[in-house]
């Protein structure tokens, strides 16, 4: 009987290359897969594995110039500085507030306009179209639009408020860190909220028409019907973007350094804007490597729960 | 069905809300690239401008040297030739790579597709500094082609994930009746395949082009003149030097978001397919 290929399903482990295997065409699926994936894995890793490796090197030595001739050996001490630096547990504090806050209101409200997109509209490939908007601004075009927006002296925010009589006079909004960090979560919410949505919407597109139909015969309301039918179903997608977002959100930098260019007083300054101003403003290399390892530590834990939400819930090939 | 009613002026209503809050700092920005500068700071603030000022958009389209607008223009040619060696260098690797994932059974399928998948999520960066060092070493620091190495890094991974996805789409009896007439892997995998494939190729060309378009933090740090500044440093620059006049960010803004606000309204329907078969950065 022929083998079929079935999908899903992984293939004895055959002896990896030469050596007569026990059948001969998971062994040459082999081999043709490496020589596919061959170029991929030139221009991906090719780039990649010795700047990371390098990285984890760097972060162990003393490294204060591009050119620096003399990299003393340091052992751990960059680590132990980061861990004792009080400035590094207040821009963690930052990026995790950011963080929260932000995919907080983008799950909130992408949900709501992933019903709305939904919903029976009259024009809802307009809808779709005006939403999907934001999602292709550019994040840095989206950063200085808000600037504008949130200016002192000319910010549209401004002009609105005063003119609809809700504030007496302009308002500095980017003039505190605590206001300041809050106009980066406004900023990345706009900007965001729209990708949440369309996610959450392919969720609600894939919960079968006959579900719902059969739940209003049997008396359910729409309320009803969305706590007990939907949102149960929508739990596989709101995971796994629960957790894209958080990674994409820890990683925040564009934003922040159009925004607010990590100010007042440091006010605003993310993880990886912080990282960038040790290593490239500072020139501290070493430490701003040590820095980066500690974002990769903190990111691969996240991507091993987001992977694993992914494979549980059998949502792509992994 | 009296509430639905009710219910349909409730969507709508809220519908409306919704495109006033997504549309109105788009059309501030329009209408701001049009006023002349001392009109934009009048209070109260004027929201249909008096003069209608175009001379931003022309000094943009029309300046001469190594002005602003001359610096912006070159960094519009910049970010197109990174963007599309970037889209052309992934997706001619990636093509292949999907198919094995998709098609081809091998052992440590599932780790090699994980392994690529925990590169996209890297932060960039931990990778700056080494790849600074060696960038300089080559020589390719401010240069376009240093840029399209790097993004080729970032975009292929990315690729390889969300086109799979769409292969595995492709019932496999497809693929098999070709092989059964006589066509080979490649064969098949151009023959049928691909042309079975392509909306899923259109959204991984879309998105491909938005990340590499979209890309701020390494072209900062690697560019340093207009021979290779991209529209995201560009407008930084903008932004940063010339904040007294905000018409002139929001000409050059608005020109930045064209190609990609047009690619993604006109392959929208393929967006919601292409974000469930893989995640997106935003």
Redesign the interface.
């Known amino acids: 009987m022929a083998i079929?290929?079935t999908?899903n399903?992984?293939?004895p482990?055959?002896p990896?290359g030469g050596g007569g295997g026990r059948s001969r065409r998971?062994a040459g699926?082999?081999r043709?897969?490496?020589l596919?994936?061959l170029?991929?894995?030139?221009?991906?890793?090719?780039?990649?594995v010795?700047?990371?490796l390098?990285?984890v090197l760097?972060s162990f030595f003393n490294v204060d110039s591009?050119v620096a001739t003399s990299t003393p050996f340091v052992g751990i001490r960059n680590y132990t500085d980061i861990v004792g630096n009080s400035d590094f547990w207040s821009t963690m504090g930052r990026t995790l507030y950011f963080t929260v806050v932000s995919t907080g209101f983008e799950l909130l409200l992408g949900l709501g306009?992933a019903l709305?997109m939904n919903?029976?509209?009259?024009a809802r490939w307009l809808?779709?179209?005006?939403?999907?908007?934001?999602?292709?601004?550019?994040?840095?075009?989206n950063?200085?639009?808000?600037?504008?927006?949130l200016?002192a002296?000319?910010g549209?925010l401004n002009?609105l408020l005063?003119?609809l009589h809700l504030i007496s006079d302009?308002r500095s909004w980017l003039g505190t860190p605590a206001s300041a960090l809050n106009m980066l979560v406004v900023a990345d919410v706009?900007?965001?909220t729209?990708?949440v949505a369309?996610?959450l919407?392919?969720g609600l597109?894939?919960v079968p028409r006959e579900i719902h139909e059969s739940a209003r015969v049997d008396g359910a309301g729409?309320v009803r019907t969305f706590w007990s039918i939907t949102a149960p179903l929508l739990i596989p997608s709101v995971a796994?973007?629960l957790i894209?977002?958080t990674?994409?959100a820890f990683?925040v930098?564009?934003l922040v350094?159009?925004l607010t260019g990590g100010g007042p007083a440091n006010g605003t300054q993310t993880i990886?804007y912080f990282?960038?101003v040790q290593?490239?403003s500072d020139q501290r290399?070493g430490y701003?490597?040590a820095l980066?390892?500690v974002?990769?530590v903190c990111?691969?834990v996240l991507?091993a729960v987001?992977?694993r939400a992914l494979r549980r819930n059998e949502?792509?090939?992994? | 069905m009296k509430a639905s009613r009710r219910y349909q002026i409730f969507v709508h209503v809220a519908a409306v809300l919704v495109a006033i809050v997504i549309l109105a700092p788009f059309a501030w920005m329009l209408t701001a690239s049009v006023s002349d500068p001392t009109s934009l700071i009048t209070r109260p603030y004027h929201w249909i401008p008096r003069h209608w000022d175009f001379s931003r958009y022309t000094q943009i389209f029309q300046g001469k040297g190594q002005d602003v607008a001359g610096a912006f223009r070159q960094s519009v040619i910049n970010s197109t030739i990174v963007a599309t060696g970037t889209v052309v260098i992934s997706m001619g690797v990636g093509i292949f790579g999907a198919y094995a994932f998709a098609m081809l059974r091998f052992r440590f399928r599932r780790l090699t597709m994980m392994i690529f998948l925990t590169t996209y999520m890297l932060p960039p960066i931990a990778l700056l500094v080494p790849l600074y060092l060696i960038m300089s070493s080559l020589g390719l620091l401010d240069s376009d082609l240093g840029l399209i190495i790097i993004y080729c890094s970032y975009v292929t991974p990315f690729v390889l994930w969300i086109l799979s996805n769409y292969f595995l789409t492709i019932p496999a009896e497809l693929e098999e009746a070709a092989r059964v007439d006589g066509c080979s892997r490649m064969g098949a995998l151009f023959r049928i395949i691909l042309p079975a494939a392509r909306p899923g190729l259109f959204a991984t060309i879309m998105f491909a082009f938005l990340l590499a378009w979209d890309e701020f933090l390494y072209a900062l740090i690697f560019t340093s003149t207009s021979v290779s500044k991209t529209i995201p440093v560009a407008i930084a620059d903008f932004t940063g030097r010339y904040s007294t006049d905000f018409g002139l960010v929001a000409a050059g803004g608005l020109i930045a978001s064209v190609p990609p606000v047009l690619l993604a309204i006109a392959f929208q329907r393929f967006v919601v397919g292409g974000l469930s078969a893989g995640a997106v950065k935003g």
């Open positions: 079929t290929r999908r399903i992984d293939a482990p055959g990896p998971p699926q082999g043709l897969a490496a596919l994936l170029p991929a894995g030139i221009v991906v890793f090719g780039i990649i010795y700047p990371v390098r990285t760097i591009a306009l709305l919903a029976p509209l009259r809808l779709r179209a005006i939403v999907v908007l934001p999602w292709a601004l550019p994040t840095v075009v950063g200085a639009m808000w600037r504008g927006v200016n002296q000319y549209s002009a005063t003119q302009y706009w900007k965001t729209p990708l369309f996610f919407l392919t597109q894939s729409a796994v973007v894209l977002r990674i994409e990683k930098f564009d350094y159009i990886a990282t960038y290593a490239f290399f701003g490597s980066a390892d974002i990769v990111i691969l991507s987001y992977l949502m792509s090939l992994i």
